[in-house]
């Protein structure tokens, strides 16, 4: 697969030509349902978009029963700075149900397989984009990260997977799950395939109020060989895999070779972290799907009155997963509950944020896990406790509203990708760009 700063250059015919083989490569491949559909808008280069970003004239549904037949009435605002730039959308690619899952398990459209094993998961929610890239049957894709749904896959499908710091990239047009935690990011081949399709779909957006208005670029300062002081935490990976823990130490000694500073840190247990995400992300989530009634949006089931539509139309319309979400995020805002539950979940929110604020004093970037483990097996983690687990170091991430990129560092013994993330302070990109492209270079990773 060609990579994006490869295809920029290429001709109108070299395109054309390219867009046809890939459809060929797409349908040879539909058992990995890494694709909903392929529909191809304009003549620029072909990037694969989750079916929560709207994109105008096409069916965008969230992966969700509730909004079959639901066509874009327009498009997103990073759909229009894609476009802008000479890309062009090509197809819808498959998500957990609302971006609520971390196996793409949940999907209205069936489950997608991980391209190193079909047995395993691909990650979620941006499973398919993260399946679509790893498989190559993408240059470079969109995903949408709430709580690590673009990292976590990125990391096992072998891939880089980026969140922006919070307000970065404008979320007009993405299919809200928890509004102050979702953010929308590259999924591509390698970091400066990621520094460049963030350049192109960053920036200010008068249409989202909580866009930072800010436009500076990447990747014409990308720098390799700045020397940066990383920190790195034993304590906070002691439950890791031992694949896991391995690519830690393989990454820790890269770096120490590139000539960066490592330094030990350490932070509070994640347990805090689960906690105050699943409070702040289902609290957020009852509200944005509350609109989903048949009535203003989504597929309606006629009932006797309008309560029972109501009920009728949201017990068909959503999975399981949505609905144990709405049901906890509205146990946590009820009388009585609000107090001992929110607003402790978003007191221990602040608290992380200090807890990063603190670590970023005297260091650049912070290495991480993205998760426990490498992809698991369809089946493994059926038990929503499970889960949710497997989102145990980048849940944090988005708490705190800071950027964060995973990139693949080694095999496991059984093939399959482990990856790590960088972690960088708000609205430092650039170090982390910066210090992403150094450990790519020292890894050398090989698909």
Known sequence: MITLKEALSLSKEE????????????????????????????????????????????????????????????????????TNAGLSPFGRTNMDEFAMGSTTESSFYGKTQNPYANDRVPGGSSGGSAAAVGAGLAIAALGSDTGGSIRQPAAYCGIVGMKPTYGRVSRYGL?????????????????????????????????????AMMDDKVVPNLN?????????????IENASDDVKEAYTKAIEALKAQGHTIVEREMMDAKYDIS?????????????????????????????????????????G????????????????????????????????????????KIFNDVDLILSPVAPTVAPKFGELANPMDMYLSDLY???????GLPALSLPIMKSSEGMPVGLQLIAKAYDEQTLFDGALSLEDAIAYKA
């Open 224 to 236: 390799a060989a700045r020397k940066l002081t990383i920190a790195v935490l034993p304590k906070y």
């Open 276 to 316: 105050a995400y699943y409070i702040t992300a289902t609290a957020e989530a009852t509200t944005n799907l509350g609109r989903y009634d048949g009535v203003c949006y989504g597929n309606r089931v006629e009932g006797k009155n309008l309560e029972e539509t109501y009920y009728n139309t949201r017990s068909e």
């Open 15 to 82: 395109l054309d030509n390219f867009k046809n083989e890939l459809r060929k490569k797409i349908e040879e491949n539909k058992e990995l349902n890494a694709y909903i559909d392929v529909e191809n808008v304009g003549e620029g280069i072909p990037i694969a978009i989750k079916d929560n970003i709207q994109v105008k004239d096409w069916s965008v549904t969230s992966g969700s029963k509730i909004l079959q037949g639901y066509i874009a009435p327009y498009d997103a605002t990073v759909i229009e700075k894609l």
């Open 394 to 400: 980048t849940i944090s991430v988005n708490l705190a």
């Open 175 to 211: 299919g809200a799950y928890a509004s102050s935690l979702d953010q929308i990011g590259p999924m591509t081949q390698n970091v400066e395939d990621a520094a460049i399709l963030y350049d192109i779909i960053s920036g200010s957006d008068e249409k989202d109020s909580t866009n």
């Open 318 to 357: 959503f999975g399981d997963e949505v609905k144990r979400r709405i049901l906890l995020g509205n146990f946590v805002l009820s009388s009585g509950y609000y107090e001992a539950y929110y607003v402790k979940a978003q007191k221990t929110r602040h608290l992380i944020k200090d807890e990063y604020a």
